[in-house]
């Protein structure tokens, strides 16, 4: 699956190396600066890295993208960057995490942070 990974500090960081993991072919990844976790990760991976601290427009988003994967994400997707995305778009949080391990762990169906 081609996917592009919006976001920022460890979450998205281990998101990446899942991605990596699973030879998922990350087209590119946004993080709000250059020395976050998520950008130095896909740096040392030759994967390439956008900083926007602002809306992320339709501009941002490699042609061809089945998923964009939001993980702690850090700014608005315009809808125009929403419709790039083949499949869709899917976003957790570290709260999201914990709470869906949680209720897993003691027996429940959850779902959790998706949009």
Not at 8 to 21: I, Y
Not at 67 to 77: E, K
Not at 87 to 101: K, M, Q
């Amino acid at each position: 699956m081609r996917v592009m990974i919006i976001g920022q500090k460890w979450l998205a960081e281990r998101l990446l190396a899942l991605c990596l993991s699973r030879g998922d072919d990350v087209a590119a990844v946004c993080a709000p600066r250059l020395d976050d976790r998520l950008a130095a990760a896909a740096t040392e991976a030759h994967i390439p890295v956008c900083t926007v601290t602002g809306p992320i427009g339709a501009d941002w988003i490699p042609e061809g993208v089945d998923a964009l994967l939001c993980a702690n994400l850090h700014a608005f997707l315009t809808a125009p960057a929403r419709a790039k995305a083949r499949l869709g778009r899917w976003a957790t949080t570290p709260a999201c995490c914990h709470a869906t391990e949680a209720v897993t762990r003691s027996g429940g169906p959850s779902t959790c942070g998706s949009y």
